[in-house]
Protein backbone atom coordinates (compact mmCIF):
# COMPACT_ATOMS: atom_id res chain seq x y z
CA UNK A 1 0.00 0.00 0.00
CA UNK A 2 2.37 2.16 -0.77
CA UNK A 3 3.36 5.02 -3.50
CA UNK A 4 4.74 3.15 -6.70
CA UNK A 5 8.71 3.74 -7.77
CA UNK A 6 7.89 4.96 -11.03
CA UNK A 7 5.33 7.71 -9.45
CA UNK A 8 8.37 10.43 -8.43
CA UNK A 9 7.76 12.53 -11.43
CA UNK A 10 4.26 12.56 -11.26
CA UNK A 11 4.66 13.79 -7.58
CA UNK A 12 7.28 16.21 -8.76
CA UNK A 13 4.39 17.72 -11.07
CA UNK A 14 1.72 17.83 -9.17
CA UNK A 15 3.66 19.22 -5.79
CA UNK A 16 4.21 22.39 -8.73
CA UNK A 17 0.96 22.34 -10.07
CA UNK A 18 -0.37 22.66 -6.49
CA UNK A 19 2.20 25.78 -5.74
CA UNK A 20 0.71 27.00 -9.31
CA UNK A 21 -2.86 26.87 -8.17
CA UNK A 22 -2.36 28.00 -4.88
CA UNK A 23 -4.55 30.80 -4.66
CA UNK A 24 -7.44 28.74 -6.75
CA UNK A 25 -7.39 26.14 -3.85
CA UNK A 26 -7.11 28.30 -1.43
CA UNK A 27 -10.87 29.52 -2.65
CA UNK A 28 -11.99 26.33 -1.91
CA UNK A 29 -14.02 24.67 1.40
CA UNK A 30 -11.50 23.09 3.21
CA UNK A 31 -12.37 19.31 4.37
CA UNK A 32 -13.48 19.52 8.06
CA UNK A 33 -10.79 18.02 10.79
CA UNK A 34 -13.31 14.95 11.29
CA UNK A 35 -12.41 13.07 7.87
CA UNK A 36 -9.03 12.89 9.31
CA UNK A 37 -10.27 10.87 12.40
CA UNK A 38 -12.99 9.50 10.87
CA UNK A 39 -10.81 7.69 8.45
CA UNK A 40 -8.35 6.78 11.23
CA UNK A 41 -11.07 5.35 13.53
CA UNK A 42 -14.62 5.48 12.21
CA UNK A 43 -15.13 4.74 8.66
CA UNK A 44 -14.57 1.07 8.80
CA UNK A 45 -17.44 -1.63 9.14
CA UNK A 46 -16.40 -2.69 12.47
CA UNK A 47 -16.52 1.13 14.09
CA UNK A 48 -18.36 1.62 17.14
CA UNK A 49 -20.71 4.47 17.66
CA UNK A 50 -18.47 5.76 20.17
CA UNK A 51 -15.83 6.02 17.75
CA UNK A 52 -18.09 7.91 15.68
CA UNK A 53 -18.77 9.98 18.25
CA UNK A 54 -15.29 10.93 19.33
CA UNK A 55 -14.81 11.96 16.03
CA UNK A 56 -17.51 14.25 15.12
CA UNK A 57 -16.27 15.79 18.91
CA UNK A 58 -13.61 17.61 17.26
CA UNK A 59 -16.18 19.65 14.84
CA UNK A 60 -19.47 20.51 16.80
CA UNK A 61 -20.78 22.48 13.76
CA UNK A 62 -20.88 18.94 11.45
CA UNK A 63 -21.86 17.14 14.88
CA UNK A 64 -25.25 19.94 15.00
CA UNK A 65 -25.42 19.15 11.64
CA UNK A 66 -25.86 15.31 11.41
CA UNK A 67 -28.02 15.31 14.46
CA UNK A 68 -30.33 17.49 13.36
CA UNK A 69 -30.71 15.48 9.50
CA UNK A 70 -31.21 12.46 11.96
CA UNK A 71 -34.26 14.41 13.31
CA UNK A 72 -35.25 15.46 9.98
CA UNK A 73 -38.18 12.68 9.43
CA UNK A 74 -36.10 10.27 6.31
CA UNK A 75 -35.45 7.85 8.91
CA UNK A 76 -38.59 7.88 10.51
CA UNK A 77 -37.66 8.09 14.29
CA UNK A 78 -39.58 7.26 17.47
CA UNK A 79 -37.89 9.87 19.33
CA UNK A 80 -35.59 12.91 18.32
CA UNK A 81 -32.12 12.00 18.87
CA UNK A 82 -29.87 14.18 20.88
CA UNK A 83 -26.42 13.05 20.47
CA UNK A 84 -24.46 11.19 17.50
CA UNK A 85 -24.30 8.15 20.12
CA UNK A 86 -27.66 7.79 20.35
CA UNK A 87 -28.45 8.22 16.40
CA UNK A 88 -26.33 4.80 15.93
CA UNK A 89 -28.21 3.45 18.48
CA UNK A 90 -31.71 4.28 17.00
CA UNK A 91 -30.72 4.33 13.32
CA UNK A 92 -27.55 2.24 13.00
CA UNK A 93 -24.00 2.48 11.97
CA UNK A 94 -24.04 2.28 8.58
CA UNK A 95 -27.11 5.57 7.54
CA UNK A 96 -25.44 7.37 10.16
CA UNK A 97 -21.70 6.89 8.88
CA UNK A 98 -23.00 7.70 5.44
CA UNK A 99 -24.78 10.86 7.09
CA UNK A 100 -21.18 11.63 8.35
CA UNK A 101 -19.89 11.48 4.52
CA UNK A 102 -21.97 13.39 3.29
CA UNK A 103 -21.68 16.05 6.35
CA UNK A 104 -17.78 16.06 5.50
CA UNK A 105 -17.95 16.52 1.71
CA UNK A 106 -21.07 19.03 1.72
CA UNK A 107 -19.52 21.94 1.35
CA UNK A 108 -17.03 20.96 -1.03
CA UNK A 109 -18.75 18.75 -3.59
CA UNK A 110 -21.88 21.00 -3.45
CA UNK A 111 -19.91 24.07 -5.01
CA UNK A 112 -21.79 25.54 -8.29
CA UNK A 113 -20.60 23.64 -11.42
CA UNK A 114 -21.03 25.63 -15.05
CA UNK A 115 -19.46 23.54 -17.91
CA UNK A 116 -19.45 20.54 -16.23
CA UNK A 117 -23.30 18.77 -16.59
CA UNK A 118 -24.18 17.30 -13.52
CA UNK A 119 -28.15 17.38 -12.56
CA UNK A 120 -29.07 18.48 -8.74
CA UNK A 121 -26.32 17.20 -6.95
CA UNK A 122 -24.95 15.19 -9.24
CA UNK A 123 -21.52 16.02 -8.71
CA UNK A 124 -22.16 15.13 -4.34
CA UNK A 125 -23.61 11.98 -5.05
CA UNK A 126 -20.91 10.84 -7.51
CA UNK A 127 -18.36 11.76 -5.27
CA UNK A 128 -19.37 10.09 -2.02
CA UNK A 129 -20.59 6.76 -4.92
CA UNK A 130 -17.19 6.75 -6.01
CA UNK A 131 -15.59 6.52 -2.40
CA UNK A 132 -17.82 4.21 -1.14
CA UNK A 133 -17.32 1.89 -4.18
CA UNK A 134 -13.56 2.46 -4.06
CA UNK A 135 -13.66 1.25 -0.31
CA UNK A 136 -15.55 -1.45 -0.67
CA UNK A 137 -13.25 -2.81 -3.35
CA UNK A 138 -10.15 -2.56 -1.56
CA UNK A 139 -12.17 -4.17 1.02
CA UNK A 140 -12.67 -6.96 -1.60
CA UNK A 141 -9.00 -7.14 -2.12
CA UNK A 142 -8.05 -7.19 1.23
CA UNK A 143 -3.64 -7.12 1.13
CA UNK A 144 -3.58 -7.31 -2.58
CA UNK A 145 -5.07 -3.61 -2.31
CA UNK A 146 -2.95 -0.81 -3.31
CA UNK A 147 -4.54 1.62 -1.26
CA UNK A 148 -6.03 1.16 2.39
CA UNK A 149 -9.85 1.24 2.44
CA UNK A 150 -10.08 4.44 4.40
CA UNK A 151 -7.50 5.96 1.90
CA UNK A 152 -9.45 5.08 -1.11
CA UNK A 153 -12.87 6.14 0.83
CA UNK A 154 -10.95 9.35 0.93
CA UNK A 155 -9.61 9.43 -2.55
CA UNK A 156 -12.86 8.07 -4.01
CA UNK A 157 -14.72 11.37 -2.49
CA UNK A 158 -11.63 13.74 -3.98
CA UNK A 159 -11.02 12.15 -7.30
CA UNK A 160 -12.75 14.90 -9.58
CA UNK A 161 -12.27 17.49 -7.30
CA UNK A 162 -10.39 19.19 -9.42
CA UNK A 163 -13.44 20.14 -11.77
CA UNK A 164 -14.50 22.91 -9.64
CA UNK A 165 -11.55 24.72 -10.89
CA UNK A 166 -11.29 23.69 -14.28
CA UNK A 167 -14.76 24.83 -14.54
CA UNK A 168 -13.45 28.49 -14.33
CA UNK A 169 -11.09 28.15 -16.92
CA UNK A 170 -13.22 25.86 -19.25
CA UNK A 171 -15.39 28.16 -22.24
CA UNK A 172 -18.46 28.73 -20.88
CA UNK A 173 -20.10 28.61 -24.60
CA UNK A 174 -22.59 25.88 -24.77
CA UNK A 175 -23.30 25.67 -21.04
CA UNK A 176 -22.81 22.16 -18.62
CA UNK A 177 -21.86 19.52 -21.22
CA UNK A 178 -19.79 16.14 -21.10
CA UNK A 179 -16.00 17.74 -20.79
CA UNK A 180 -13.64 14.94 -21.95
CA UNK A 181 -9.80 15.13 -20.25
CA UNK A 182 -8.96 15.58 -23.47
CA UNK A 183 -10.72 18.75 -24.10
CA UNK A 184 -9.41 19.83 -20.34
CA UNK A 185 -5.54 19.33 -21.24
CA UNK A 186 -5.74 21.06 -24.22
CA UNK A 187 -7.41 24.56 -22.36
CA UNK A 188 -5.10 23.84 -19.16
CA UNK A 189 -2.32 21.42 -20.28
CA UNK A 190 -3.59 19.25 -17.30
CA UNK A 191 -6.51 16.88 -16.66
CA UNK A 192 -9.20 17.14 -13.57
CA UNK A 193 -7.11 14.08 -12.39
CA UNK A 194 -3.99 16.07 -11.93
CA UNK A 195 -6.26 19.15 -10.79
CA UNK A 196 -7.82 17.12 -7.76
CA UNK A 197 -4.19 16.08 -6.86
CA UNK A 198 -2.85 18.72 -6.68
CA UNK A 199 -5.76 19.99 -4.23
CA UNK A 200 -4.90 16.72 -2.49
CA UNK A 201 -1.40 17.50 -2.11
CA UNK A 202 -2.08 21.16 -1.46
CA UNK A 203 -4.15 19.59 2.13
CA UNK A 204 -1.36 17.54 2.66
CA UNK A 205 -3.34 14.52 2.66
CA UNK A 206 -1.09 11.21 1.92
CA UNK A 207 1.18 10.46 -1.37
CA UNK A 208 -1.19 7.49 -1.98
CA UNK A 209 -4.32 9.17 -2.12
CA UNK A 210 -2.43 11.99 -4.43
CA UNK A 211 -1.04 9.78 -7.06
CA UNK A 212 -4.17 7.69 -6.77
CA UNK A 213 -6.29 10.77 -7.85
CA UNK A 214 -3.55 11.98 -10.40
CA UNK A 215 -3.75 9.15 -12.55
CA UNK A 216 -7.38 7.85 -12.76
CA UNK A 217 -8.05 8.96 -16.16
CA UNK A 218 -4.23 7.51 -17.63
CA UNK A 219 -4.26 5.15 -20.01
CA UNK A 220 -2.31 2.78 -18.31
CA UNK A 221 -2.52 3.89 -14.54
CA UNK A 222 -0.49 2.98 -11.70
CA UNK A 223 -2.60 -0.05 -9.29
CA UNK A 224 -3.94 3.16 -6.78
CA UNK A 225 -5.35 4.80 -9.51
CA UNK A 226 -6.48 2.20 -11.00
CA UNK A 227 -8.85 0.93 -8.07
CA UNK A 228 -10.27 4.28 -8.51
CA UNK A 229 -10.71 3.99 -12.65
CA UNK A 230 -12.45 0.73 -11.77
CA UNK A 231 -15.02 2.65 -9.59
CA UNK A 232 -15.33 4.97 -11.47
CA UNK A 233 -15.73 3.32 -14.80
CA UNK A 234 -18.96 1.37 -13.63
CA UNK A 235 -20.67 4.66 -11.67
CA UNK A 236 -20.18 6.73 -15.26
CA UNK A 237 -21.71 3.48 -16.89
CA UNK A 238 -24.73 3.57 -14.35
CA UNK A 239 -24.90 7.66 -14.96
CA UNK A 240 -23.88 8.01 -11.14
CA UNK A 241 -24.83 11.56 -11.05
CA UNK A 242 -23.88 12.06 -14.53
CA UNK A 243 -27.67 11.79 -15.58
CA UNK A 244 -30.97 12.79 -13.48
CA UNK A 245 -31.24 9.11 -12.46
CA UNK A 246 -28.79 6.66 -12.13
CA UNK A 247 -29.27 3.34 -13.99
CA UNK A 248 -27.77 0.76 -11.66
CA UNK A 249 -30.17 -1.92 -13.35
CA UNK A 250 -28.06 -1.74 -16.51
CA UNK A 251 -25.71 -4.27 -17.02
CA UNK A 252 -22.32 -3.51 -15.76
CA UNK A 253 -19.46 -3.84 -18.35
CA UNK A 254 -17.97 -6.53 -17.17
CA UNK A 255 -15.17 -7.30 -20.04
CA UNK A 256 -13.96 -3.61 -19.59
CA UNK A 257 -14.05 -3.99 -15.72
CA UNK A 258 -12.40 -6.80 -15.48
CA UNK A 259 -9.14 -5.86 -17.76
CA UNK A 260 -9.02 -2.89 -15.97
CA UNK A 261 -9.20 -4.52 -12.84
CA UNK A 262 -6.33 -7.93 -13.80
CA UNK A 263 -3.60 -5.78 -13.03
CA UNK A 264 -5.01 -5.68 -9.11
CA UNK A 265 -4.77 -9.04 -9.30
CA UNK A 266 -9.10 -8.61 -9.39
CA UNK A 267 -10.95 -12.16 -10.41
CA UNK A 268 -14.42 -11.62 -12.17
CA UNK A 269 -16.33 -13.49 -9.28
CA UNK A 270 -14.43 -10.97 -6.81
CA UNK A 271 -15.60 -7.91 -9.00
CA UNK A 272 -19.22 -9.16 -9.72
CA UNK A 273 -19.25 -9.42 -5.90
CA UNK A 274 -18.27 -6.35 -5.59
CA UNK A 275 -20.72 -4.68 -8.30
CA UNK A 276 -23.76 -6.76 -6.60
CA UNK A 277 -23.46 -4.91 -3.59
CA UNK A 278 -23.10 -1.26 -4.99
CA UNK A 279 -27.06 -0.98 -6.41
CA UNK A 280 -27.74 -0.66 -2.73
CA UNK A 281 -25.37 2.40 -1.74
CA UNK A 282 -26.51 4.28 -4.70
CA UNK A 283 -29.89 3.94 -4.22
CA UNK A 284 -29.28 4.65 0.07
CA UNK A 285 -26.81 7.49 -0.86
CA UNK A 286 -29.43 9.01 -3.49
CA UNK A 287 -32.36 8.52 -1.61
CA UNK A 288 -30.21 10.56 1.75
CA UNK A 289 -29.75 13.28 0.18
CA UNK A 290 -32.90 13.70 -1.48
CA UNK A 291 -34.51 13.50 1.80
CA UNK A 292 -31.92 16.24 2.84
CA UNK A 293 -33.46 18.22 0.45
CA UNK A 294 -30.93 18.18 -2.29
CA UNK A 295 -30.67 16.28 -5.12
CA UNK A 296 -33.04 15.08 -7.98
CA UNK A 297 -36.74 15.72 -7.68
CA UNK A 298 -38.74 12.59 -7.50
CA UNK A 299 -40.32 12.25 -10.32
CA UNK A 300 -39.30 9.79 -13.24
CA UNK A 301 -38.48 12.23 -16.02
CA UNK A 302 -38.47 12.21 -19.93
CA UNK A 303 -36.21 12.87 -22.27
CA UNK A 304 -31.98 12.02 -23.29
CA UNK A 305 -30.54 12.93 -20.20
CA UNK A 306 -31.28 10.45 -18.08
CA UNK A 307 -31.85 7.79 -21.29
CA UNK A 308 -29.27 5.10 -21.17
CA UNK A 309 -27.16 4.27 -24.32
CA UNK A 310 -29.69 2.17 -27.01
CA UNK A 311 -27.05 -0.48 -27.08
CA UNK A 312 -26.82 -1.32 -23.35
CA UNK A 313 -27.99 -4.26 -22.37
CA UNK A 314 -30.27 -4.91 -19.36
CA UNK A 315 -29.33 -6.65 -16.05
CA UNK A 316 -30.52 -10.36 -16.00
CA UNK A 317 -33.58 -10.65 -14.25
CA UNK A 318 -31.66 -12.58 -10.93
CA UNK A 319 -29.63 -8.84 -10.89
CA UNK A 320 -32.78 -7.12 -10.94
CA UNK A 321 -34.83 -9.36 -8.65
CA UNK A 322 -31.73 -9.17 -5.99
CA UNK A 323 -31.93 -5.66 -5.94
CA UNK A 324 -35.89 -5.63 -5.94
CA UNK A 325 -35.92 -7.82 -2.33
CA UNK A 326 -33.23 -5.41 -1.13
CA UNK A 327 -35.10 -2.49 -1.04
CA UNK A 328 -38.21 -4.47 0.08
CA UNK A 329 -35.99 -5.59 3.20
CA UNK A 330 -34.95 -1.67 3.74
CA UNK A 331 -38.78 -0.71 3.53
CA UNK A 332 -39.26 -3.43 5.78
CA UNK A 333 -36.81 -2.19 8.37
CA UNK A 334 -37.97 0.93 8.31
CA UNK A 335 -41.24 0.29 9.24
CA UNK A 336 -40.44 -1.68 12.15
CA UNK A 337 -38.25 1.52 13.58
CA UNK A 338 -41.40 3.81 13.10
FE1 LIG B 1 -12.58 11.67 -13.17
FE1 LIG C 1 -15.63 10.44 -11.61
Redesign the pocket.
Given at each position: MSVSSGATTRTYQISALARELAPQIATLPRLSRVVERFLLDAARDTATAEDIGAALDLDPVLRGWVIRQANSGFWNLARPVTSVAEACVVMGLRPVSRLVYAACTRDLLRQPLTCYRYPGEGFWL?GLV?GTAARRLADALGDASPLAPEAALLAGFL??VGKLLLDRRLPRAGGPRHVTPAEERSVAGHDHGEYSAAVAAAWSLPAAIVEAVAS?HDADPPPSARLLAVS?HL??HWGVGIWTYPRCELAPPAQELAALAAPLGCSLPCLAHWWEGLPPVVDGLAEMLRALGHGTPPALPSGAECAPSPAAPAAPEGARRRRESARTRTRVRRRKRR
Open positions: HAHDHDLR
